[in-house]
Each structure stands twice: as structure tokens, then as C-alpha cells.
């Protein structure tokens, strides 16, 4: 017979024993449920990665490009050492800037030996003149004399002649005086070849003076003109544009051909990036992209002008970036031109500098979280 105690102290001991017994099952069935939602919110996240990840490769493409554009090589016609150098890299420039000055050493003095030869055949042509001049005035003033002399003896014949037709002299001295007066005749006529053949010396080295100095006179006034590039060159700018590729500094050495600088001109320049085939088969003409470039805080916003069907070198700055594809010749290249910037940012544009192109390719119910996220409407 059991006998219950009461006074309201409690349950009864009955009940307090038998309540553990059915509290026992709940937790191990809640640390279930709570192993599967975890297992299931696993699975759901990592799947939501999987359709993220596919999604962001199917709306975004992205490549690497470099910015091109027509340059102007500055280059010495004969090898030549840096003296100063007065251009900035990465500096605009005017055509007719001087660039840089270079001087050669061996050229000079060639120069200055051709132009002393030059200048000693002159005053030799001019010595030859003078010594002519004085010959034919002494053979002038011979002849001279020996046409003195022959007036004499034809007097002194003549009288003699008179005399000997008088019969007053005999025909000796007729003879005689007839004698002196030949000689003296011969010796006039003599004189008289001479002079004009001195003469006719002077002349010629007149004339030859005349013509030679002329034309030495128009060779020294090339090589004054030309003593810039002979001795020493000024490199000057041929066109407007942007100094870039400075490789020499003043005392360096170049040889005849190798570019000191070259001229780039930003009006001109444009983005080449490089896409692979398959990813150039959504692009289009006209589809803009975002460009980021050296020296531009913000990418660029720039449309698609022209996509050429195969690459047609190899870029070198590119090297790393298709080290690993054995492929590369089937890259196309995408052209984006940059000459409808602002003066202000053509005047940042690099030549040869890196540049990163990307696509956003985005469904319609994606565009408003996109515009939200970036505050901005997608690039296409």
C-alpha cells in the first residue's frame, strides 16, 4: 500500500523519475535536423558559387592589349657620340626641336682636312695665276726690248745700205750690219713666240682659277651646310609628338641608323588587345568596353573600330602573357582608337603601355543589380 505524501511540496517522485526518460529523445533529434539544414545550406551555397562562378565567365570577358600607334625614328646618318641631349622622355615636342647633339670625332676631322685642301687648292690655283702673270710681263717686257733692239739695227742697216748703194762703204760692212739686223729680227720674233706663249699660260690659269675656284667656292658652301651632320649633328624633331624609347644618355656612343628617340604622336594612337577566337566571335564592331591604361585613374569607356582576322606579329611586351599558349598567331586583334580623347588625356597616353579591355555581357533581370552594385548601366 503506497502512501503519498502531500503539503503541495512538489511533484510527485513518481512523475520526476519518469521525466527524464521522455526529455532524453529531443535532443539528439534536434542535433539531427540541425546536421542536415547545415549539410543543406552547404550544398546550397556551394552550388550558388558554381552558377556565380558560370555566370561571371559567361559576362565578363576580359585581355590584355597594348597601346599602338605611328612612330617616327630618330637617328644619326653616321655614327656619332651623345654631346647633350635636350629632349624629355614622355614630353611633347614641336617639329624642329632639337632633340639631342651629337658629335663625331673622326667625321670632324675629315671634315676640316677637306675643307683645309679645299681652301689650300684655292690659294694654289691663285699662286698659279700670280706666277703666270709675272712671267708673261717679263716675257712681255723682253719682247719689248727686242723689238727695241731690232728698231735699232734696221736704222743702222738702213744707213748702211744707202751707203753701200753711194758706194761709200764697201759690201763687207753692208754685209755686216745686214747680219745684226737679222739676228736682231730673229731674236724679236723669238721674244714675241714666248710672250704669247706665257701669255697663253696666264690665261689658262686665269680661267682654270675662275672655274676651280667656283667650284670650290660651292663645295665649301655644301660642307658649311652639311657641317651639322659631317661634324656635329642636332637631331631635330620631324613631326609633332611625344618623346618616348629614350635609351642613350651624353657620352653615349650610336651608330648610323639606331634610333635615340622615337616620336610617337597620341592623335594617332589606338588599343590593340587581344582576344582568342572564340571570344572575338561575340564582340562587334561598335561594342564598347572598359579600358584601363597606365596613367588613367579611371578606365575609358571606348567602342570596338575594327577587328583584324589574324595577328600579324608577335607583340614583345606581350611575351609573358602567351608564353603558354603554343596557339598565339590565332589571337585576334581588337583595335580601339584613342583619338576622340581629350587633349588633356591624349596627352597621358603611352606608347607600348599595358592596357586591360573587359566586356560586361549581362541578361536583362541581371542589369538593375548591376546598375545598383556600380552605380552605372552595364558596358554593352
Known sequence: MRFRRSGGRGPDLSEQRAAPAATGLRPAASRRRRA???????????ALLVALFLFVEQSWLRAEGLVRGPTVLVEPVNKARIVEIYATCNRAV??????????????????????????SRKIELGGNVKVAAE??????????????????KATVFNIHDRLFKEGVI??????????????????????????????????RAEKQLLSDAK???????VM?????????????????GIVTQCNYLPGAVVDAGISVFVIFDPRESFVEAYFEPAAVERLKVGAK???????????????????DPVITRRP?????????????????????????????????????????????????????????????????
Open 36 to 46: 542536415v539544414a547545415r549539410r543543406i545550406l552547404a550544398l546550397l551555397l556551394v
Open 94 to 119: 614641336k617639329a624642329g626641336d632639337a632633340l639631342v647633339k651629337l658629335e663625331n670625332e673622326t667625321k670632324g676631322v675629315a671634315f676640316d682636312d677637306t675643307v683645309r685642301q679645299l681652301q
Open 135 to 152: 712671267e708673261a710681263a717679263q716675257a712681255r717686257a723682253t719682247h719689248n726690248g727686242m723689238l727695241a733692239v731690232l728698231a735699232e
Open 170 to 203: 764697201p759690201r763687207t760692212e753692208w754685209d755686216l750690219a745686214r747680219i745684226a739686223y737679222k739676228e736682231a729680227e730673229a731674236n724679236a720674233l723669238t721674244a714675241e713666240a714666248g710672250w704669247r706663249t706665257k701669255q697663253a699660260s696666264y690665261d
Open 215 to 221: 667650284a670650290i667656292d660651292t663645295q665649301l658652301d
Open 224 to 240: 658649311r651646310r652639311s657641317e651639322e651632320i659631317q661634324k656635329v649633328q642636332i637631331l631635330r624633331a620631324p613631326k609633332d
Open 289 to 307: 568596353a572598359e579600358v584601363r591604361m597606365s596613367g588613367f585613374a579611371k578606365p575609358l569607356v571606348l567602342p570596338i573600330t575594327s577587328i
Open 316 to 380: 614583345e611586351e606581350l611575351t609573358r602573357y602567351f608564353w603558354q599558349r603554343e596557339q598565339w598567331t590565332q589571337y585576334q586583334p581588337v583595335r580601339f582608337d584613342l583619338k576622340d580623347l581629350p587633349p588633356a588625356e591624349l596627352a597621358r597616353v603611352q606608347y607600348g603601355a599595358h592596357a586591360a579591355v573587359g566586356f560586361v555581357f549581362l541578361p536583362g533581370w541581371a542589369e538593375p543589380f548591376y546598375r545598383q552594385a556600380f552605380g552605372k548601366p552595364s558596358v554593352n
